[in-house]
């Protein structure tokens, strides 16, 4: 695979610049295919090579190192482009180099590149989605769940230990505004029949109620406090409304096929954060705001410019206090080599205060804490109008489906095809979220992602499914042995090339933790397998043809089945 080739190319290149090939494979690209237009397979930068060996002059510099380098078994053609050296692989040699390749490591493929050997693979522990309790699970949090998700399931594939943290929303005053509004408006035959929905309700109603009646609101804080000191009956609420929330939850990850290892909550620090805030009273670095709450200083000058409240006038804890509690409590019981919060872009300055009290605090472990934030999606709506929950949306995306199967005229009959709209619209709302940049804020449009052409992840399953329903014709998949003469055609090595900058993709998906690459990179590769399905026939081949040709269209298909189980969808085999 492209590991192997790069080292033959470092090889070469070190042998005339006096550099091990270490230093120079990183700077080895696979060249990007453009479907129009035959190009060569490696480029080496002449100005990325490290050392300095190169000033600004990068195209003479280019054309004296590829004027000393030879072509050999591996490299068969020497070249330069603008300001680099390029490099041809022999054509045979690629093909059943790749195609062994993808067929030895099936899902491992691309994750043990030498360009991933310098990737840290200890534990990496990945909190989100993190809806509140009793509250049902609104489609703000979808971006936060099939985010995490992906992460999760990214720095599994390349041999991280992760854990899947679910951290609720289920403390502070919007539970006690929810905890005194429940003896006013709430009902137990509703509860019973549709928890969430109820609990909904009440607090929409006890929250407006609460803006108009001082009386409420203290109502609220009372129960709060009552919850804090441990109130039996407080207590006995709580945790029926806890339970049936996660509950209620559990139903919609099943659908989105997302799953955690660990389930916490701000109830779980309420003590802990005593503690913290003893913790920063003992470094002298409380002080009393104004208007009587506890603040944190953050300001460079004392002036309290910049400041984080960690409790309220009355003495309850925050937000804050508790996330600082779990902080510390999870870098003493995992001491683990990353942390990963994703969460919406909102909370920014949150975490920004967060880990500047950590580090105040002189937790060394605060340098491995990264918050992943990501924008805002707009104008998702259903045909009765604006959807504020996530299961509204999935039903949604679902119906939709099953409405476009039943009018396809090349839809094939399922044995469950409301199960197989639901993994159609579910892969149709995660590329839709993944193709652009996860800080932006993005306009959903249903017609545009359930479209079976142009880049949806409705594509994505129709190619899948395509290539799956080819493969059915292979009588001899055992034999691994196939003749490269029978790959010649031009579809063939612009898809293996593309197949050679799979490391790549994963590399700098890796770093930037943007998914838009693997999106892009899977879609191009789905491009690249319609044209070669339309010029490799099998049924009217030779055995040896359709075999080598079936083996082709497999590795396609393992290497898109690969890509499309990182972004957190499952591959359809028939649609």
């Not at 609420?237 to 939850?249: A, G, M």
Request: proline share 3%.
């Amino acid at each position: 695979m492209a590991c192997m080739f790069r080292r033959a190319i470092a090889e070469q290149v070190s042998q005339v610049l006096g550099l091990p090939p270490e230093k120079l494979i990183p700077h080895i690209h696979a060249i990007q295919v453009h479907r129009k237009q035959d190009s060569p397979d490696f480029q080496l930068y002449v100005n990325s090579v490290p050392g300095g060996q190169f000033n600004a002059a990068c195209q003479t510099n280019a054309q004296k190192l590829a004027s000393k380098l030879t072509g050999n078994s591996v490299i068969s053609q020497i070249g330069t482009g603008r300001g680099c050296v390029t490099f041809s692989i022999n054509r045979d040699l690629l093909t059943k180099t790749i195609l062994r390749k993808i067929n030895q490591d099936g899902s491992s493929y691309g994750m043990n590149s030498e360009l991933l050997s310098n990737t840290p693979r200890g534990l990496t522990l990945v909190e989100y989605s993190s809806p509140n309790i009793a509250k049902k699970f609104h489609v703000g949090h979808l971006r936060s769940t099939i985010i995490g998700n992906f992460i999760a399931n990214l720095k599994e594939a390349v041999g991280c230990k992760v854990i899947r943290m679910n951290y609720l929303g289920d403390w502070g005053f919007q539970f006690g505004l929810l905890g005194a509004g429940f003896s006013k408006y709430g009902c137990e035959e509703k509860l019973r029949a549709n928890p969430l929905q109820h609990l909904f309700e009440v607090y929409v109603k006890v929250s407006a109620t609460a803006e108009k009646d001082e009386d409420v609101k203290q109502s609220a804080q009372d129960f709060m406090q009552r919850l804090e000191n441990g109130h039996p009956q407080a207590l006995s609420l709580w945790t029926r409304f806890r339970d049936l929330s996660i509950e209620e939850y559990a139903k919609v990850y099943k659908r989105l096929g997302v799953q955690f290892d660990e389930y916490s909550g701000e109830s779980f620090y309420t003590e802990k954060a005593q503690d913290i805030l003893k913790l920063l009273k003992s470094k002298e670095i409380l002080k009393t705001s104004g208007d009587g709450k506890i603040v944190v200083d953050l300001s460079e000058q004392g002036d309290l410019s910049t400041y984080s409240t960690v409790m309220r006038s009355d003495g309850t804890s925050l937000y804050i206090t508790r996330d600082l509690a779990a902080a510390i409590d999870r870098m003493e019981k995992y001491s683990f080599d990353e942390m990963i919060y994703v969460t919406d872009k909102s909370q920014e300055t949150h975490f920004e205060h967060l880990f500047k009290i950590l580090e105040i605090l002189g937790k060394e472990h605060v340098s491995n804490c990264q918050h992943v934030k990501f924008g805002r999606i707009q104008g998702m709506q259903t045909r009765r109008g604006d959807v504020i929950f996530l299961e509204d949306v999935l039903d949604e995306a679902r119906s939709r489906m099953l409405q476009n199967m039943a009018n396809s005229e090349t839809s094939k009959t399922t044995e469950d095809p409301a199960d197989t709209a639901e993994k159609l619209g579910i892969a149709a709302l995660i590329v839709q979220d993944f193709k652009g940049p996860l800080l932006s804020d993005y306009k959903f449009q249903w017609d545009q992602a359930l479209q079976s052409s142009g880049d949806t992840g409705v594509f994505l399953q129709y190619t899948h499914a395509r290539l799956q329903s080819l493969l059915n014709l292979w009588e001899t998949r055992e034999k691994e042995e196939f003749d490269a003469n029978c790959l010649q055609d031009p579809s063939v090595y612009s898809t293996l090339r593309h197949l050679l900058r799979y490391d790549e993709v994963i590399h700098k998906t890796l770093k930037e933790l943007q998914p838009r690459y693997l999106v892009s990179y899977l879609m191009g590769l789905g491009h690249l397998a319609n044209l070669a399905h339309h010029s490799l026939r099998v049924k009217e081949s030779s055995p040896d043809v359709a075999h080598a040709r079936l083996l082709f269209f497999n590795s396609i298909r393992v290497v898109l089945a690969n890509g499309m189980r990182l972004l957190g969808i499952t591959p359809l085999d028939k649609m």
